[in-house]
């Protein structure tokens, strides 16, 4: 029997060292631009690439429509999106709302302190979000 691989997730900032998140699973949590309310998903890392279990949405509007099969859990849409596997994940950064949220482990913290840059530093620019080996 050959053992299984064990994932996580990576993040990546332009044409920066991949920076790992110890975690095989993780939440990134935002607020929509134009209707200022939050939106969470909950994502699972795979050699297939990350799968979206789960998703939560405060309200609905332009282009945040709750899943098909979402309830409505103490002010929040759950559902559970049936979508592929994604290969990657790519955060547009926007200058009208804050950082995405990510939460991995113990761990809630902007993205860009996961990348270690700090609030005041410069734009980031996209980043994108992928499975990857764990290092050595």
């Not at 999106?81 to 113990?106: E, F, W």
Request: one cysteine or more; proline letters at 11%.
């Amino acid at each position: 029997m050959g053992k299984t691989a064990v994932l996580m997730l990576c993040l990546i900032a332009g044409d920066r060292t991949p920076v790992p998140v110890p975690a095989d699973h993780f939440t990134l949590s935002w607020t929509h631009s134009i209707e200022k309310v939050e939106w969470r998903e909950e994502y699972r890392v795979t050699a297939a690439g990350l799968i979206l279990e789960r998703s939560w949405v405060k309200g609905s509007g332009v282009g945040m429509e709750p899943a098909p099969d979402a309830k409505l859990i103490n002010g929040w849409w759950v559902g559970h999106p049936r979508l592929p596997p994604l290969p990657d994940l790519t955060l547009a950064a926007s200058h009208h709302v804050g950082d995405y949220m990510l939460c991995a482990r113990d761990r809630c913290s902007p993205v860009r302190d996961w990348l270690g840059q700090p609030a005041a530093g410069p734009e980031l620019g996209p980043v994108r979000l992928v499975a990857c080996p764990p290092r050595d």
